[in-house]
């Protein structure tokens, strides 16, 4: 069997768990859509774990890989990621939901045929498990039928939104002089990066009485790298190292620094000249 990351064309440094120390060593890239914004995005899975791709590089760089020298000094690094989330958009589409209709009853194997991505296909074993917090099920024989449920998806939401509220002062300790409102809103806007704005992030916003506009402002701060899917390690939806505040301080830093004024400097010929004077 190949490995997973033949077909790369140039080698690139990925920062991940080894699939070989805690499980069968089995991983792959898959291209899916990004819960978002749809567009193609690359995940790494492995031993059954889901995980996305982020992408940092500096101005000036390269990697020293064994006896090979990679110019490209960007590292990729996978970290997991919830596959509820990357589910979502696609258990919304296929319950057909109209009008005050909860819509239809699928089975995993019809939600998951989603043409031109046969990725999915792989995270079916995985969908029967995490997709049973945020969906109806119903079973008839041997055959489990999954249908998305609102309330528990928002019941879901809730959830991750005080987990992550929880988590942020003990990230950065700056939190720690904010209001509650404000974490709270940067919590809603971090889960944001990965819900569509109709139905999910509008309705989580209106239950937590956040303006809308407010968490996308602050979503707005962080960088998504777009790359096509032919692109090192076929990422195509990478967030990038440094957000834009950060690149905002660099460029004022950069404008505060005044020219050096240089005081009794020479030019090099004078000094000489005034060298053979002293000899002659």
Excluded at 37 to 46: E, K, M, P, W
Excluded at 106 to 126: C, M, V
Excluded at 147 to 157: F, Q
Excluded at 249 to 271: C, F, G, H, W, Y
Aim: glycine residues 6%; aromatic residues 10%.
């Amino acid at each position: 069997m190949g490995c997973w990351w033949e077909g790369v064309d140039e080698s690139r440094l990925l920062i991940a768990p080894d699939p070989g120390a805690n499980g069968n060593g089995s991983a792959r890239l898959l291209s899916l859509r990004h819960p978002k914004s749809g567009v193609r995005t690359s995940y790494l899975l492995s031993n059954g774990l889901l995980q996305e791709l982020h992408w940092f590089k500096q101005s000036y760089g390269s990697w020293f890989l064994g006896d090979y020298v990679s110019k490209d000094g960007s590292m990729y690094t996978a970290t997991p990621i919830d596959p509820v989330f990357i589910m979502l958009p696609i258990f919304e589409e296929a319950r057909m939901k109209k009008g005050d209709d909860p819509g239809k009853f699928r089975q995993l194997d019809e939600i998951l045929f989603i043409s031109d991505y046969p990725g999915y296909q792989h995270l079916f074993s995985i969908a029967e498990n995490c997709m049973q917090v945020v969906c109806e099920i119903k079973e008839i024989g041997s055959s489990k039928f999954f249908r998305l449920d609102d309330m528990k998806v928002m019941a879901w939401l809730y959830c991750k939104v005080c987990q992550l509220k929880q988590t942020l002062p003990a990230l950065d300790q700056n939190y720690a002089a904010r209001e509650e409102k404000d974490t709270l809103a940067d919590a809603v806007s971090i889960l944001g990066e990965y819900l569509k704005d109709e139905p999910w992030l509008k309705l989580l916003c209106n239950h937590f009485k956040l303006n809308s506009l407010e968490t996308k402002r602050i979503a707005s701060d962080f960088d998504v790298c777009p790359t096509t899917i032919e692109s090192p390690v076929g990422c195509s939806s990478l967030s990038q190292g440094k957000n834009t505040s950060e690149k905002k301080t660099a460029r004022n830093l950069k404008q505060a620094k005044k020219a050096k004024v240089e005081t009794e400097s020479r030019n090099i010929k004078d000094m000489f000249t005034r060298a053979s004077r002293r000899r002659n």
